[in-house]
T-cell receptor
Framework: DQQVKQNSPSLSVQEGRISILNCDYTNSMFDYFLWYKKYPAEGPTFLISISSIKDKNEDGRFTVFLNKSAKHLSLHIVPSQPGDSAVYFCAAIIQGAQKLVFGQGTRLTINP | NAGVTQTPKFQVLKTGQSMTLQCAQDMNHNSMYWYRQDPGMGLRLIYYSASEGTTDKGEVPNGYNVSRLNKREFSLRLESAAPSQTSVYFC?????????????FGSGTQLSVL
């Protein structure tokens, strides 16, 4: 039972354009949603998060949007840069539960 | 400041062999985790330790055991390796206050079971 789903295994975007990565979830009890970024041969690193009481959180070029009624969140990267090429994981957690649930990941490729 | 350190980085085992994956963190974090990453499956939680002296099962604990040796170290043991355990294993840690899901990961151990 996949509680967090990323339905696009890969995405290719031109440098300078907007990258939009999508994520859907099924458990309405999740309190926080996060995006992690992973380069080859490295561990995932935290990128940005959003609380379930908000609908938007922005950090520089990265913005996460949360639509609770649709159980959907998205990560926008503007403008996209070659260094953004990586695998992006969506994740969610019920506060205090200690169990972070990850999606399958989306491989983002930024083309020059 | 090394963060989360995992050893070894690569390992090849034969079916039935045993091994222990080591993990240590130097951030004085209370909670530690073991995840495995498989293609198309994302990261799945194997075991976690909310604090020194406690361990709990995650989503896929079968075939694994863990030991929280002290606050810094959390090891994962495969008693009798199987080909289905071929995967990349990540250790992670978080502060007690990081209930919002912010984890710090090691660089991973790539394990192949033949």
């Amino acid at each position: 039972d996949q509680q967090v789903k990323q339905n696009s295994p890969s995405l290719s975007v031109q440098e300078g354009r907007i990258s939009i990565l999508n994520c859907d979830y099924t458990n309405s009890m999740f309190d926080y949603f996060l995006w992690y970024k992973k380069y080859p041969a490295e561990g995932p690193t935290f990128l940005i998060s959003i609380s379930s009481i908000k609908d938007k959180n922005e950090d520089g070029r990265f913005t996460v949007f949360l639509n609770k009624s649709a159980k959907h969140l998205s990560l926008h990267i503007v403008p996209s840069q070659p260094g953004d090429s990586a695998v992006y994981f969506c994740a969610a957690i019920i506060q205090g539960a200690q169990k972070l649930v990850f999606g399958q990941g989306t491989r983002l490729t930024i083309n020059p | 400041n090394a963060g989360v350190t995992q050893t070894p980085k690569f390992q090849v085992l034969k079916t039935g062999q045993s091994m222990t994956l080591q993990c240590a963190q130097d951030m004085n974090h209370n909670s530690m985790y073991w995840y495995r990453q498989d293609p198309g499956m994302g990261l799945r939680l194997i075991y976690y330790s909310a604090s020194e002296g406690t361990t709990d099962k995650g989503e896929v604990p079968n075939g694994y055991n863990v030991s929280r040796l002290n606050k810094r170290e959390f090891s994962l043991r495969l008693e009798s390796a199987a080909p289905s355990q071929t995967s990349v294993y990540f250790c992670a840690s978080s502060a007690r206050t990081a209930a919002e899901g912010k984890l710090f990961f090691g660089s991973g151990t790539q394990l192949s079971v033949l």
